[in-house]
């Protein structure tokens, strides 16, 4: 199979301009920068639904094959720590790298740029234990990683549901990590040390790497895997990599809600028991961007328990014509101007064409970044460069995204909400939605 569609990163910095941006001027100009820019550059939207947002982080089990992933849920309102938006240094340095970056001072200069956003949610909230919440679980792209979607996931959750956002560790995050355990010292060897360890709390830290000492692991971290050989076979060898990462996450998710312990390496203080019960199971839905958007629409045709898939400008390069005729369950597709090419327009058409209820949108003014947290912590100046930005507002295009979701959930779980309301969105009706082309006419 012809591989399908460009390969286009997160976001893409090509010119020069953005570390001049940020390091021209004396320290005092630069921290000014960094405070500007009406609220856009370093503040994620605050959730519009009836529920206040908690999140925490779970690692079910320490190594690679383990699942990883930030956990979004309606929680009681109370005041308490926002979690930073990267939330360690060592995010700033993959980034650089993905980026084809210095690791030295790019890193630096990202940390400069975003290192004061917080997420809007509140860290280890206590759980609003009043309903059960149907359940979605995230994919992100190509070069992100848990927290790059922090603003949809958390719009999603004020409206109750529980949001679990994947750390893939196929090597296409821009970086991540697990832990690996420690050798043990050599009985009586006068000449063995202690060697030194990683902390595993999952408190937002003040420093990139707190110690430990008592701990019997020690991080290692996963870079970001530049291709090699042919594109296709390394995409498609990942997205299935990335589908057992989401089931696995789905199975982690049913072991809380039936009450089974699930040993959380991130000791961070949020007690997973409070979640049994919870957990709308029967309700649960497969959400990706980008590659993210791969990786959905073919865990929905491998693993039944995903009653439907919603996919943000999904790139279809990675999947098999074969994966694709095998999704018979409805699918709701929300893209981006200017990321789909004519033939993955093409598959998209084919693939709805398999469930009467799967359905694809255009946002007018949209780039493929704009699912993206990025669409709202950037200058205009910046975006004007790289794009990362398109012409409809970022609010605005959150909301679309965020109700024309919802229509389709409540379509698709039977949710008892008013969220039909959107249901013009899901049709593709609206002033800020491209129009449908009319239907072919048949001859007389």
């Known amino acids: 199979m012809e591989p399908v569609g460009p ?16 390091s021209q001027g004396t320290e005092a ?4 920068r960094r405070s500007m820019g009406n609220g856009q550059f370093i503040q994620l ?8 947002v908690g999140c925490t982080d779970i690692m079910a089990g320490h190594t690679k094959e383990g699942s990883f992933f930030r956990l979004y849920y309606p929680c009681d309102p109370e005041e308490g720590e926002k979690p930073p938006w990267i939330p360690r240094y060592e995010y700033y340095q993959g980034l650089a790298e993905y980026l084809k970056r210095s690791r030295r001072w790019f890193a630096s200069l990202l940390n400069m740029a975003f290192g004061d956003c917080k997420v809007p949610a509140t860290w280890n909230a206590r759980f609003k234990a009043n309903e059960t919440y149907p359940v979605i679980v995230f994919s992100h792209g190509l070069g992100a990683f848990r927290g790059v979607y922090s603003a949809i996931c958390i719009a999603v959750a004020s409206y109750g549901f529980l949001v679990a956002a994947i750390e893939h560790r196929d090597e296409s995050a821009s970086t991540t990590y ?3 355990s420690l050798p043990k010292p050599t009985e009586h060897d006068p000449t063995s040390k202690p060697q030194k360890t990683s902390s595993t709390s999952s408190s937002p830290p003040p420093s990139p790497s707190p110690s430990s000492p008592g701990s019997s692991l020690q991080e290692k971290w996963l870079p970001y895997r530049k ?8 995409r498609n060898r990942q997205v299935g990599q990335r589908v057992d990462e989401c089931v696995h996450a789905l199975q982690v998710l049913e072991d809380l809600n039936n009450g089974h312990n699930v040993d959380n390496v991130l000791e961070g203080g949020f007690d997973l028991s409070m979640l049994k019960g919870w957990m709308d199971l029967h309700r649960a839905t497969i959400v990706g961007h980008s590659f993210g958007g791969a990786t959905a629409i073919q865990a929905l045709a491998k693993d039944t328990r995903f009653r439907c898939a919603v996919v943000l400008d999904g790139w279809m390069l990675p999947l098999t014509d074969e994966t694709c005729s095998q999704v018979q369950k409805p699918i709701f597709l929300i893209n981006s101007e200017k990321f789909q090419t004519q033939d993955s327009k093409e598959r998209i058409e084919r693939l ?12 007018k003014g949209s780039v493929h970044q704009s699912h993206t947290d990025f669409t709202f912590l950037t200058l205009k100046p910046l975006n004007v460069v790289f794009e990362i930005k398109g012409t409809i507002d970022s609010m605005l295009g959150l909301d679309i995204t965020n109700h024309a979701m919802l229509a389709f959930l409540q379509r698709q779980l039977d949710l008892q909400k008013d969220f039909n309301k959107w249901d013009d969105l899901v049709e593709g009706l609206g002033e800020h939605l491209v129009p ?6 048949a001859g007389p």
């Open 7 to 22: 390969v286009l990163p997160l976001f893409s910095l090509e010119n020069q301009g953005f570390p001049v941006f940020f």
């Open 29 to 32: 100009e630069v921290l000014q």
């Open 45 to 52: 939207p605050v959730p519009k639904g009836p529920h206040s």
């Open 178 to 180: 697990y832990f690996e």
């Open 227 to 234: 291709v090699e050989g042919e594109e296709f076979e390394m």
């Open 352 to 363: 709805c064409s398999q469930n009467s209820q799967s359905r694809v949108i255009t946002i």
């Open 436 to 441: 449908r082309p009319a239907p072919s006419q």
